[in-house]
């Protein structure tokens, strides 16, 4: 069959400090590998890649875009397709998602539209359910299901077979047969096709989720997490086994990348890497082996459990250039409730071994969970000023967001406190992000929301306070990185993308918003 996979423009908040924050979309890139392997003919269409400098308004929702129009986007699908995939990863994306998807059955009602990705698969029931245009969702890794889909699209339509698939039927009842599965030999899984990708654009422009101006490139080495904090969707998407890629494999991939891109720096996108530390040990060495003049970070952050300094000075070795720890919390208490299992003590352990390795070092802390009180809110406000006198580099606070399909935003769906049937759910799903400046919401009834945007800018004002006391000389370091426009900490990624904006705000003051 013809495929046309879809990666929708990206949306963000009017008041978001963010100018654009579109990454060469791997997702997509393992579908179309994937796909192509069991010879299906595919086009991608990356609307954030093709037009990473176009902005528009959505006209009902206080949205910008970035990326392609909507008539651009159906302008490109090839008239030979059959089938349409398009790409939700994140939920306040689905209005921009769901307004394309209902333009596509509009203008070509005999295409199919299929929709996978994390958000959907988090949402499945509210997505189909409010979307008659809509005829399929695939539930969970999309690559197996995809593949599997197609041959029935083509054949005897025999859906019910092929676990964690949704389908609305000719009468436009919604069926669904459960079992949603996992790959487990992902070593079978093929590199992802860059080649109908505009990957060319992003490494100019410099774009990376936790590096700017230089060439970025993403990269899996696993897939899953064993962990089931209260906040997090994984469990929808993976469950919690986690599976690993051969670490010889996974450092042929940088090596085909530093040839083919002249690629410096690889972002991993694991939501968890660092489980394992004999694959840890091996990967690494098999990288500095290969002698690769590449640095690479873990953005997502990581567990703390097997990171000891044989394993943090070996990381720093092949190329590791920071920490990112993800304790979440100060107090025990509110660890216990979201059911994030670390030990702090140990945690600061091993971040002073991080710096003694020479890493740089980043934690995040997040304010405003149900049930946080004060007593386990001055705990974490406590942590933040230990770290500080660690001597970590960088702390950032954010509020806590109630993902869909997490279980956190299970329990306030059935206290009532979020309503899927209110006409503003999807309004409320554009501003569910953490990097809308104002307007943030406490679902703890001790928090108000003005407090909890005073906690999440205090935690790091405060942070950043102890920090340069201590330590005069890194603001130094912080000032020769912003002029080089190389933002490292969350304090000179603000500072940065303030900047930024305030450049492109004027020059959208010169012209109106591109309304669709």
Partial sequence: ???????????????????????PPIGIAYIAGYLKNKNHSVTVIDSIGEALDNVFKLADVDL????????????????QTECVGMSVMFSNEWPVCRKLIEK????????????GGEAATADAEYIMGTTPELDFLIEGEGEEKMALFLEQLQGDKDFASIGGLIWRDSKGEINTNGNNFRIKEIDEIPWPDWSDIPIKNYLDAGLGQS????????????RGCPYQCTFCTNLNMYGTNWYSRDPGDVVDEIAHYVEAYNIEHFDFCDLTIIINKKWVLDFCAILRKRNLPITWALPSGTRSEVIDLEVLQTLKDSGLERMNYAPESGSPKTLKNIKKDVDLNKMNDSMRS??????KVKATIIFGFPDQDKKQIFESLKYIVRMAFLGIHDVACF????????????RLEDEGIIDKKSKNYEIWLTTNIFNKVKGMQSYSHHISNKQLQMLVLGGMSLFYAVHFLIRPWRIFDTLFRLTKKNPITMLENLAYQAF????????QMAKEFNEE
């Fill in 1 to 23: 069959m013809h495929i046309t996979l879809i990666k929708p423009a990206m949306a963000m908040p009017l008041d978001s400090f963010t100018t654009q924050s579109g990454v």
């Fill in 64 to 79: 910008i875009v970035n990326g392609l129009s909507f008539n651009e986007i159906i302008s490109r699908i090839p008239k």
């Fill in 104 to 115: 596509i059955k509009a203008e070509l009602p005999h295409i199919s539209i299929v929709c």
């Fill in 211 to 222: 590096t700017y101006n230089r060439r970025v490139m993403p990269i899996l080495a696993s």
């Fill in 354 to 359: 991080a710096l003694k390795v020479g890493l």
């Fill in 399 to 410: 509020p806590f967001v109630p993902y869909p399909g997490s279980e956190l935003h299970d």
């Fill in 500 to 507: 930024k904006s305030f450049f492109i705000s004027k020059k």
